[in-house]
């Protein structure tokens, strides 16, 4: 899958360390090849990969997706497949970040794909990520860390979910 998006990395992947929560095991789907990391032409962000995987036509970093999706592109805190995640700003992650959904395996474990993760503008595929919230809203997420083949030990603040516009309808004519 390699895209030939001539882009400079920039940090857009990386927040505090999170106090310990219990969480559920993560359970990749079955039919799925297991996570991995490739190299694309060139290194990718977050942005752009976000934009070209899911059709969803936003331009900015990614924590300011949420607000400029607002009366363009239908948004909530229920993952489904095609969606973004769009993660907040915060003092180690200025930018934000934004995450492909691929596969909603239960009510708090999906799969998505995203650049620039690691900030060596890479691309992951297949990455668990789950709801590690109090109340169960997607608004604290944690994710599978591929090079040491662990759920991740940091939590990350998420605003929610944009939603891609339908497919168009062929019209019978």
Known sequence: MAMAVGLVVSGCASAPPAP???????????SLEPPH???????????????????????????????????QYFRGPVPAIGS???????????????AVVTHVIGPREIIVSHANWLNRGQIHINTPAIDVSPDNDWSQIRFWYTP????????????GFI??????????G
């Open 20 to 30: 310990t929560v219990a969480t559920a095991a993560v359970h990749p789907a079955p």
């Open 37 to 71: 990391i490739i190299n694309g032409a060139y290194p990718l962000q977050c942005v752009p990969y976000a934009r070209q995987v899911s059709g969803i036509e936003l331009r900015g970093d990614a924590w300011t997706w949420w607000e400029a999706a607002a009366g």
């Open 84 to 98: 973004v995640l769009v993660l907040s700003s915060t003092n180690r992650n200025p930018h934000g970040h934004l």
């Open 148 to 159: 040491g083949g662990h759920l991740g030990r940091r939590t990350y603040p998420a605003s």
């Open 163 to 172: 939603y891609p516009p339908p497919p168009a309808v062929a019209r019978a």
